[in-house]
């Protein structure tokens, strides 16, 4: 099994890639990567090469770069030669810390779309009181949603939630302004029709965002647009109030005391809850290879849980599968 | 001043509204309400009716009602009464801890849009951590945004924000799903053309959701689908993690002491903060006269602030200005 590795993407590249890439690679000895990058830069942090091929390139992509023109320009791009890899049969997936517009143009253009799925769909795990989770698509990867695309979303989030996260039967809901079945724009409503008429999927109904923590969907189908802003608005939220939770504990002067020491280790455990990144990678759902983007933050933790859930998704051959569904689909019509 | 109360409406009717307007009406001499509810309920609580009227009704609207069904057929509804008492000029604005959108539909109905206003908005005030707080509509009146309404949010948001909220240049900016000004879907990057070329505001440009709750911007104008998964997905995260906060307080064992007491007086700010029913209430912006909801779950501390707020909006006119605007825009269009 081969991961090609963008090492120069996010804002602590590449020495936190090349880290949490050591500890994967230590820990499943069915591992391989091939990582492009400066090796300048990349070649001292590789203390043991084993399993790691290292491919030269002095291009990279950056936030400031137009995704599309940069994909199609670039073509010696860390990124670019990732997907490029995928595309020749040298590697089975595609990890970067690097922007997620350029990933998609990289993961449509050169990896290419599952037959039948119109656009892929950017899904992270969130976390939930429970501490289960859930995942969510789309977070941003479409702004602009067709009913059709939601159901793929949610076809393609049931097998992952089987596949990788376990569950027999995933709870799917509709991300909606409301509970009730007509509710929503005339997009929601459309797609509510459909997943309520799809037999292979536990749909079931809309969940409003308020609701999203609690853990009562383990797939949330959403179109990128909503489901960005839901993504987002929790993320500030959450750590908005840690901010000022800290504030308030320092104040009281019993911060250092045990009952604090106590405290700060809860709070942490509370944050790092509801850190997205601890979560693994955002999956770019509906390409032909596993394409996993770690935020741009990300520290070696969260790369190497990244590079774990893609090692699962590999080895469970989950877009194989999701690939075949939508073959058969394609067949039945035909 | 009048202002049409419907007594009925909310999860602690009638007692928590009775509460909160005697506590309004000994603040404010000039204000006198007409106070629609079950006689039966609603007289003992009035231990002095000084300045107010009370108009026994038996009928009202609850969250079972399909709300312009209901709106249309209970013509004696406690709400109902309220509107109407607007529209036949014994009232300068209706308030109500009803469903929403009843609410929404007895404005439309009876209290009536104003010229040039194509669809009402719905506008809570939110927290930021400087304590002063934003504006944002629409956050669910209407489920499907086009760019004109949007365009109108943003002046009447302006409107409120300079006459209620005291700003002298409020900025106004766009929610959307990246801060460029090419982001968004046709809706937000054809509203972005609109706000950008609107000479009468301070148009800031896009904010994503991660950014609302720091102050960045005064007014923040949204299609009604995405502010409302924005505006829940806040409350949501914030309860949550509050609740997880408590949480690990108790844990620690610190509760009961000194700093542990003070800790609880801090979380307690903090919740109060978020807690969106006590920056007053929601209001219907677009309609003839101040339509304004209160949480279903307010006590009589937001129902008094939510009163207040109706007070100030009727003896600045806001709603008059708002109509003056939009009627010297038809002039100018002739």
Chains 1, 2 share one sequence.
Do not use: C, W
């Amino acid at each position: 099994m081969k991961i090609a590795v963008d090492a120069m993407g996010g804002d602590h590249a590449p020495k936190v890639v090349i880290d949490g890439l050591l500890r994967a690679r230590d820990e499943y000895p069915d591992l391989e990567f091939i990582v492009y990058g400066d090796e300048a830069q990349v070649k001292p942090l590789i203390s043991d090469d084993t399993r790691i091929t290292l491919v030269h390139t002095n291009e990279q992509i950056d936030g400031n770069d137009e995704p599309v023109k940069a994909v199609r320009r670039k073509k010696q791009a860390s990124m670019v030669l990732s997907a490029q890899a995928v595309k020749n049969g040298e590697a089975d997936a595609v990890f970067s810390l690097g922007s997620t517009g350029a990933l998609l143009a990289a993961g449509l253009f050169i990896v290419g779309r599952i037959k039948g799925i119109d656009r892929p769909g950017l899904m992270p795990t969130l976390p939930t009181v429970d501490g289960k989770g859930f995942i969510m698509l789309d977070v941003g990867a479409n702004a602009e949603g067709k009913a059709q695309q939601l159901l793929n979303y949610a076809v393609m989030g049931d097998f992952y939630a089987r596949d990788l996260r376990g569950l027999k039967n995933p709870r799917v809901a509709l991300l909606n302004n409301g509970s009730e079945p007509h509710k929503g724009d005339t997009l929601h409503q459309e797609t509510y029709q459909l997943l309520e008429n799809l037999d292979s999927i536990n749909f079931i109904g809309n969940i409003e965002a308020d609701q999203l923590l609690k853990g009562v969907a383990d797939v949330v189908v959403t179109d990128g647009f909503t489901g960005n802003a839901a993504l987002k608005a929790i993320e500030g939220t959450a750590k908005t109030i840690l901010k000022l939770v800290k504030g308030a504990i320092y104040d009281t002067g019993i911060k250092g005391k045990l009952g604090g020491l106590l405290l700060k280790d809860g709070i942490k455990g509370i944050a790092s809850t509801f850190d997205v990144s601890s979560y693994g990678g955002a999956v770019l759902l509906g390409l032909k290879a596993p394409v996993v983007k770690a935020h741009g933050g990300a520290d070696a933790d969260a790369v190497y849980y990244t590079i774990k859930q893609i090692h699962e998704m590999v080895q469970n051959d989950t877009v194989g599968k999701v690939q075949s569904y939508f073959a058969r689909q394609d067949d039945d019509l035909a």
